[in-house]
């Protein structure tokens, strides 16, 4: 009667947690989830009472021309990109948070009528979506180990030509969830050749690109623009859940190759959830306000100064040069998320939970928890203090 794809989807991470935990009970600290706890920008309100004549109408499934203008201005100054390089009516889509459209870029690319089923790359450990996209899409998922282990960035050109060769779709993550590592523009140069020369979609979730140490993170248009001034084969995906601490907001955006994003907007107008007009307004402001975002990022900026100072060198502790996450070696991770649960309730998650066993059957998160920063500065200062303790 269902879907039998479905079968090899793992649980989601938080099931499994909560299988491994028991549910969250009101005392606990949770740090197992990225969900912003900072305060969203008072525009948000503001802006949605002002539109709220608009929640009477239906949303066009590209949005409105004040989104994608707003998108592409901001495009053109975060990433120093050449004037006409992202046509705001072709070029943009906006999606109702990333994660659909993470979920949805895997059907608008696989389904090729090949003897065998497309390939899809992705990092490895990864956010859990883009397995489930591919999985449920008929492709099959090819897991790629990071190049400095389980801390670091993979590197697609080193596959060889069979796998490239059958590949439809590869996701890369920068900076990464949920070791942080940020693709350098060389890495990013290198995968879009790649994409190209192959003939598959490079799909690069840069949902973490506005929250950084102390480098902003290069992105993938940028390195189309430095390659050759076109987008072919390369879609990005930015979102306001993590930039403007909004993720109930439900709100973000596709940007690249015009032939993609085209399929893309066909599949959505059947399948996809159309963003209200409200919220289109409000995430306009957003995107073209940079203040609320410098603010967050030094506020996250703090908290990892906090866990520097606390953890220091221990657990192999490194600030991440993106995203809020810690990646913390502390040797068995499902172990030390259920003692940090058990005695000081801390909820965190084991990195296992967000990786898959390699050809060597080695799962590589397995030995790390991810701690989400997501908290203010007391709460999580009193948080990593004991979590040093009990650890
Ligand atoms: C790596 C990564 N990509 C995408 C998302 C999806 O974010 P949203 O759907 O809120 O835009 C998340 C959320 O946690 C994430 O960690």
Redesign the pocket.
């Known amino acids: 009667m269902l879907n039998p794809r479905l079968d090899l989807l793992a649980d989601y991470p938080f099931q499994r947690l909560t299988e491994l935990l028991g549910p969250v009970t009101a005392d606990a600290v949770v740090m197992s989830?990225?969900?912003p706890q900072h305060a969203p920008p008072p525009l948000v309100a503001e802006i949605l009472a002002a539109n709220a004549g608009l929640w009477g109408k239906y949303p066009p499934a590209n949005g409105s021309p004040d989104f994608r203008r707003a998108v592409a201005a901001w495009l053109e100054r975060r990433f120093v990109l050449p004037g006409g390089l992202i046509d705001p009516d072709t070029a943009i889509l906006p999606?109702?948070?990333?994660?659909?459209?993470?979920y949805l870029i895997a059907q608008t690319v696989c389904g090729q009528n090949a003897a065998e089923p497309p390939l899809v790359l992705l990092p490895n450990p990864f956010?859990q979506?883009y397995l489930g996209a591919a999985v449920m899409a008929g492709a099959a998922p090819v897991l790629v180990a990071g190049r400095d282990g389980p801390v670091g960035q993979p590197d697609f050109t080193t596959l060889p030509d069979s796998v490239l060769a059958r590949t439809a779709l590869a996701y890369l993550?920068s900076p990464?969830?949920p070791q942080g590592a940020v693709a350098d523009r060389d890495l990013l140069l290198r995968n879009v050749a790649l994409a190209r020369r192959w003939g598959f979609v490079l799909a690069v979730?840069e949902?973490?690109s506005e929250i950084w140490d102390t480098t902003e993170p290069a992105g993938a248009l940028s390195a189309c623009a430095a390659l050759d001034g076109r987008l072919d084969n390369v879609v990005v995906?930015h979102?306001?859940?993590?930039r403007s601490s909004v993720?109930g907001l439900?709100?973000?955006f596709v940007a690249g190759d015009p032939r993609v994003i085209a399929a893309f907007a066909r599949l959505r107008s059947y399948g996809g959830a159309a963003t209200p007009l409200p919220i289109l307004a409000a995430a306009a402001a957003l995107w073209r306000d940079e203040a609320h975002v410098a603010a967050n990022r030094d506020l996250y900026r703090a908290k990892v100064d906090i866990a520097e100072r606390l953890l220091g060198n221990r657990f192999g502790f490194r600030r991440p040069p993106g995203?809020f996450f810690l990646w913390l070696d502390v040797g068995d991770g499902e172990a030390a998320a259920r003692t940090l649960w058990q005695e000081a309730r801390l909820r965190v998650l084991p990195g296992a939970y967000l990786a898959r066993p390699g050809a060597d059957g080695i799962n590589p998160g397995s030995a790390y928890i991810r701690v989400a920063l997501v908290h203010d500065l007391a709460t999580t200062e009193q948080a990593l203090t004991r979590l040093a303790a009990v650890l």
């Not at 999606?95 to 993470?102: K, P």
């Not at 979102?239 to 993590?242: D, F, G, I, T, V």
């Open positions: 989830i990225g969900e999606v109702a948070g990333t994660r659909e459209a993470l956010y979506v993550c990464a969830n979730d949902c973490y995906f979102s306001l859940s993590k993720p439900r709100s973000g995203g």
